[in-house]
């Protein structure tokens, strides 16, 4: 569920022209404050009647029923780790990609830099507590990314074919790490929502919701989005329009993290739209797209003589892949 369609908007830039924005004192800009604060005083009731709600951001997970408020672990210290020791060889890569004839003195600063670094994580990994095989796998990616530092260092240049066998040849290591932070995460929120749950009735078993803080806020069918995807040559969805992992792809949307607060908020942001879109629309879940998502399908449609490729079904979907 993106954000609200009528939330405020952000200002615009200090060299942007914003002439056209309404006074405050404007009667229909007065009119619509008072929409505005009517939709968030009705959004923060349906919260406070909304039952157990359980949010995770970042590392920790919230509980909020009525007036009790609970904090439990998301993730642990183990899941860092691994993805600090992931992004090494990710960092080599970004930083010596696309590179061709002798080092410049920022790229030979850096690497120098990074060269102490690993060393000094090498050194770091016997007290962490590994297991025989994570602390093998963890060896493994440090010793081959210092190798990798020392042999540019040396040579004063990168060969193509070196950060590809170099990228290659760890990615199993890379793989292992990623499923054991995956496990740390999914088997801690499990040991924090579960506890929490014996702790509940069955009513409140039953109405338990829950919200996960993404950085990701675009609401497909986005109108900037469409046109962008239309005029760049990008594949274009119409109102399903929306950012997606293309091979290639150009039109990506901005993301925005939201905090605490938020995130319950957008619990109640949900009920209160689809409740809108259903009795203004017809459509449930109308809202969840941008509001001027299927009239700028139809303009571009018309504006560049071209119809939008809709997402194959859900069953074609997995046949395709």
């Known amino acids: 569920m993106a954000e609200c369609p009528f939330a405020p908007r952000a200002s615009p830039p200090g060299n942007a022209p914003s002439s056209v924005a309404l006074e405050a004192t404007d009667p229909l800009q007065v009119l619509n404050e008072a929409f505005r604060d009517a939709y968030a005083e009705r959004r923060d ?5 909304m039952g157990p709600v359980i949010a995770q951001i970042d590392d920790v997970l919230i509980l909020r029923n009525g007036e009790q408020r609970l904090e439990g672990p998301a993730r642990t ?21 696309d590179r061709r004839g002798a080092l410049d003195g920022r790229t030979r600063e850096r690497l120098t830099s990074l060269r102490g670094l690993i060393t000094a994580a090498e050194d770091s990994l016997a007290r962490r507590g590994f297991t025989p095989e994570q602390l093998t796998r963890q060896r493994r990616l440090l010793e081959g990314s210092l190798g990798l530092v020392e042999r540019v260092l040396a040579e004063d ?88 992992l293309q091979p290639g792809k150009r039109v990506l949307a901005s ?6 607060a938020g995130a319950f908020t957008l619990l109640a942001t949900q009920a209160l739209d689809a409740s809108v ?27 560049f003589h071209q119809e939008p490729e809709p997402p194959p079904p859900p069953g074609q979907q997995e046949a395709a892949q």
């Open 255 to 260: 993301e925005t993290g939201f905090d605490e």
């Open 45 to 49: 009731a349906l919260l406070a009647g």
């Open 77 to 97: 210290r183990r899941y860092h780790e691994l993805k600090a020791i992931n992004h090494l060889p990710l960092a080599l890569y970004v930083l010596l990609m």
């Open 277 to 303: 879109g259903e009795h203004f629309f017809g459509e449930e879940m109308r809202l969840e797209r941008d509001v001027l998502a299927d009239a700028a399908e139809r303009i571009l449609a018309d504006m």
């Open 157 to 244: 240049r990168i060969e193509p074919a070196t950060l590809w066998a170099f990228t290659r040849s760890h990615l199993p290591e890379l793989m292992g790490n990623i499923e054991d932070a995956a496990r740390d995460q999914l088997e801690t929120m499990h040991a924090t929502v579960e506890a929490w749950k014996k702790r509940m009735t069955p009513e409140e078993r039953a109405r338990l919701r829950a919200v996960v803080a993404v950085a990701h806020m675009s609401r497909p069918g986005n109108v900037a989005m469409q046109y962008f995807s239309v005029t760049l040559g990008d594949t274009w969805e119409g109102h399903f329009d929306q950012e997606d």
